[in-house]
């Protein structure tokens, strides 16, 4: 910096002397034409200098031409400016900390918003990213969320060279990583071998997974890391390359880290390795379906060619897509179906979509959380701007005689007003400065507390270039926002009368008046939007899970990921049960297959054996849990019984799904009033789906996937069918968090190799599931405390500055007989006034708003009066107060004390 003003000072030097030279030059030679006309020497002069206008007029007119006269005004007053603002602390440190409060709150959100929904994958061209989905009845089972496709059909698209330069796949799923006797559990891809080649994705260390390792099943034990797990778990070993690692009891060698910054395709959830889609059986121990062209688990990407666009390759696929359809219903492992499910599958089609930014649960989860997050950080900026201007405002009202003496002496109005821009400018740079320091600290906070579960390297609390861009042009936006009104202001002064006056300028009064409106109603609006997900977060706990989470613990193991086979690590699992509950301080305990309330579930559509047979007409959600599961949980049985031993099949080679247990709102939906006990369901829609499951009790409704959802659901036999996992449910006798020692001494005491999982209290995995809800709550229950405060220093500055303008009309009206009640009621009606007009603003703005949080709520109206009554009657009684103290000041003025001050 110092380097460009030394060479802008010598290169303005060296313009202005070149310009001297020739004006002196263009000067002498006018003199002496004028003298060989005649002319004396001294009128040559004089009249040389006439006919140029003025040699100083000239140099100022030259010099406003030049760029740098323009930069040598920034500069004064930028210096101007830090002198006027250092001479009053008071008044900055004011401006600045507010600016702060939401510059700083505005870029930590934007930087969540940045990674989590605008920020594209750090690969090759990512704008020519697809994702491939198929729109239809697949006729398949699936395994994951959202998106899927079989293997198969990948490798069929990745032949389509018509319309993309390269088509691959990816499924994520967590294995059990050990090294040097060291377990634990990482997020993985499962990926074809054309992910990284057409992703473009280069190699740190060694080679990555390319065509070559995508050929033999079982036959490619190979593993890539990322580059941060190969950072933060091996210390950036440079001898990585041919380690062995340990996947799942299975041996395999590392040969490659990927680049810096690359952690797979999914946002929030970085991929720690990628293994061969072909490996897929060592990876997934507990299903192995990989060319099974009925099964789905796949997400299928694909890179466009240069001059195609998605709508023309989704068409040119079509016909192509449909001969693959034929096809398929001619092979001969084609299920049976009904010819409406025929239908349907033939009537297939896919779709694409933009996929620069990969695919994301997070995303799709936080999207509408972020947005409103972030819109309600821009109305804490703006009111932060309105309380600034509002300041700039009252100080350019004390600062009016010397406006006024400035353009007096000949300075342009419009002069005036850069400077007062500048000035703005400079407090809104500074508050930006101060909120970026901050703001590391709020996307921290908020990253803890984020909805989902799941590895999060890919989301940094650290701000990135574009993020702080963002804020410099925030704080730039801000600075002109908040000096416009000054500076309008500033540029409408009366000269005349205003040099006439003894006072400075008490215009701008109704200019402040509309700024504080406008507070009022931005605060207003965060009020409301914090009131309704109050009562969000509220309406949820008292619904609760539909069980007791009192003294109720869980955790997870799988035993096929280390290394039991299915029979083996049964045994375990029960063996596991019955020490847990022989532990001293447990109740009782019970397994289910899947965790409840993480928002996944095993779900299906049934077939229902009842007055004919007849299907679903919703997912079903489905678990084997353990006898005295229910019982453990607190879950009331309604009709029948719970499982028991004897369900246990008596020959493990011959397992099947023999008898079900199902909640009141499958039993309400399916069989109305008539008795569920002794009917039967199957699995699947399919006409020869077989319906030998028997119900044999029926269970009260409770929360499986989240506390929001009321779903159908169904629970089979633990021992059924063989489990790869699960999730025991542990009730105490004491606080649940002093048994966790005693929990992992049992399962080290039958296995000290055996990952524990997600050993926490139910009530902290309740909390967990509300996490986005209390989030939204918490954060904008803050904003509307930080705006609150705001609006009520910015109606006290108003009421004060009205009531000293007002002092002798005051005086006049109590010298002629009004009571000081009146002189009160004259300032509050005035601040009720605009508090009311702000309020009638703030419910059109809010129904807006509330249209958009719709989905976010939960038993509460996005327009709800109580709430929006409220808040109207908090910000009216804080505002009321914010009125009073200059009011009493009014009632107290002496009626010759302000007839004598005029």
Not at 719 to 739: C, H, I, K, M, Q
Request: aromatic fraction near 6%.
């Amino acid at each position: 910096m110092g380097k460009f003003l030394n060479l802008f000072r010598w290169r303005r030097n060296r313009l202005e002397r070149d310009f001297d030279r020739e004006l002196r030059y263009h000067v002498e030679r006018r003199i002496d034409d004028l003298t060989s006309q005649g002319l004396a020497s001294d009128e040559a002069r004089r009249r040389a200098s006439l006919e140029l206008g003025g040699l100083t007029q000239v140099h100022e007119n030259v010099r406003d031409a030049w760029v740098w006269r323009w930069i040598e005004d920034c500069r004064r007053d930028l210096r101007h400016a830090a002198r006027t603002l250092r001479r009053m602390p008071t008044f900055t440190l004011t401006a600045v900390l507010c600016l702060a409060l939401g510059i700083g709150a505005n870029t930590a959100i934007f930087s969540l918003v940045d990674q989590v929904l605008l920020r594209m994958l750090p690969v090759r061209d990512p704008q020519r990213l697809v994702l491939i989905d198929w729109r239809g009845n697949q006729l398949a089972d699936g395994w994951g969320s959202g998106n899927l496709m079989s293997y198969p059909m990948c490798r069929d698209l990745q032949a389509q060279s018509q319309f993309f330069d390269g088509v691959f796949c990816r499924h994520p799923t967590a294995v059990n990583l050990s090294v040097s006797g060291e377990h634990r559990q990482v997020l993985a891809e499962i990926v074809s071998g054309t992910y990284f080649p057409v992703l473009g994705v280069r190699p740190h260390l060694g080679r990555l997974i390319n065509e070559l390792d995508d050929q033999h099943r079982d036959a490619h034990p190979v593993v890539v890391l990322s580059h941060d797990y190969w950072s933060n778990a091996f210390g950036g070993a440079t001898d990585i390359v041919g380690r062995k690692l340990v996947i799942n009891s299975f041996p395999m060698t590392v040969i490659g880290v990927a680049e810096r910054g690359f952690t797979g395709m999914d946002v929030g959830e970085a991929a720690a390795l990628w293994v061969p889609a072909m490996m897929k059986r060592q990876a997934t121990p507990d299903w192995d379906r990989l060319l099974d062209r009925r099964a789905r688990w796949m997400h299928v990407f694909g890179r466009l060619k240069p001059e195609m666009t998605i709508q023309s390759a989704q068409v040119g696929l079509l016909p192509w897509f449909k001969s693959v359809l034929e096809s398929d219903r001619q092979l001969e492992n084609f299920p049976k179906t009904t010819p409406e499910q025929l239908q349907a599958f033939l009537g297939s089609s896919l779709q694409l979509t933009p996929a620069a930014q990969g695919r994301s649960n997070l995303r799709r989860s936080m999207r509408e959380p972020l947005w409103v997050l972030l819109a309600g950080t821009s109305l804490l900026v703006l009111l932060a701007c309105s309380n600034v201007a509002s300041l700039l405002l009252a100080r350019g009202v004390a600062r009016g005689r010397e406006v006024v003496t400035r353009i007096a002496l000949g300075a342009t109005r419009g002069r005036i007003a850069n400077q007062l821009l500048i000035e703005s400018v400079v407090i809104s740079l500074a508050g930006g400065l101060l909120g970026v320091a901050a703001a590391p600290a709020v996307s921290a906070a908020l990253l803890a507390r984020l909805p989902q579960d799941v590895a999060r390297a890919s989301v940094s609390a650290d701000l990135n270039p574009r993020v702080l861009l963002f804020t410099v042009v925030v704080s730039v936006a801000t600075g002109v926002l908040c000096g416009i009104a000054p500076a309008l202001h500033a540029g409408r002064v009366p000269l005349a009368t205003a040099l006439r006056e003894r006072a400075p300028s008490v215009g701008g009064v109704r200019l402040r008046r509309m700024l504080v409106v406008g507070q009022i109603a931005f605060t207003l609006v965060l009020l409301i939007a914090a009131g309704l997900f109050l009562q969000t977060v509220s309406r949820l706990h008292r619904k609760g899970p539909g069980f007791e989470s009192q003294r109720l613990l869980m955790f997870q193991v799988n035993t096929l990921i280390s290394g039991y086979d299915e029979l083996d690590g049964q045994r375990l699992i029960l063996r596991l049960l019955e020490a847990v509950r022989a532990t001293p301080g447990v109740d009782s305990a019970g397994i289910a297959g899947h965790m409840l309330l993480n928002g996944t579930s095993w779900n299906t559509q049934m077939t229902v054996d009842f007055n004919g047979r007849r299907t679903t007409d919703r997912l079903v959600h489905c678990s084997p849990v353990s006898p005295r599961f229910f019982s453990t949980m607190g879950i009331r049985l309604i009709a029948g019984r719970d499982f028991e031993e004897v369900d246990a099949p008596a020959n493990p080679d011959h397992r099947r799904y023999r008898s079900a247990i199902v909640n009141a709102s499958f039993a309400r939906r399916y069989f109305g009033e008539a008795n569920p006990i002794g009917r039967t369901i199957g699995f699947g829609t399919r006409p020869d789906t077989p319906t030998n499951v028997e119900i044999v009790g029926v269970v009260a409704d409770f929360s499986y996937r989240g506390i929001r959802e009321e779903t159908d659901q169904a629970f089979f036999p633990f021992l059924d069918v063989p489990w790869s996992g699960a999730t025991f449910y542990v009730r105490t006798r004491e606080r649940p968090e002093n048994a966790f020692p005693a929990i992992r001494a049992a399962v080290a005491a039958l296995d000290p190799t055996l990952p524990i999982r997600s050993l926490r209290t139910v009530q902290d995995q309740i909390d967990r599931s509300l996490t986005t809800e209390r989030m939204m709550a918490t954060l904008l229950s803050g904003f509307g405390v930080i705006a609150l405060l705001l609006s009520v220093i910015g109606l006290y500055g108003v009421m004060s500055f009205v009531v000293t303008q007002r002092t002798r009309e005051i005086g006049v009206r109590l010298a002629l007989g009004a009571t000081p009640s009146a002189a009160v009621w004259l300032v509050v009606r005035d601040a009720m006034i605009l508090v009311g007009t702000g309020a009638a603003i703030a419910l059109v703005a809010g129904s807006a708003l509330g249209r958009v949080m719709a989905g976010l709520l939960f038993g509460v109206a996005s327009i709800d009066a109580p709430t929006i009554a409220l808040a109207t009657l908090l910000l009216a009684v804080v505002a009321l107060g914010a009125a009073m103290i200059p009011a009493l000041r009014a009632s107290s003025v002496s009626p010759t004390e302000a007839l004598h001050a005029e």
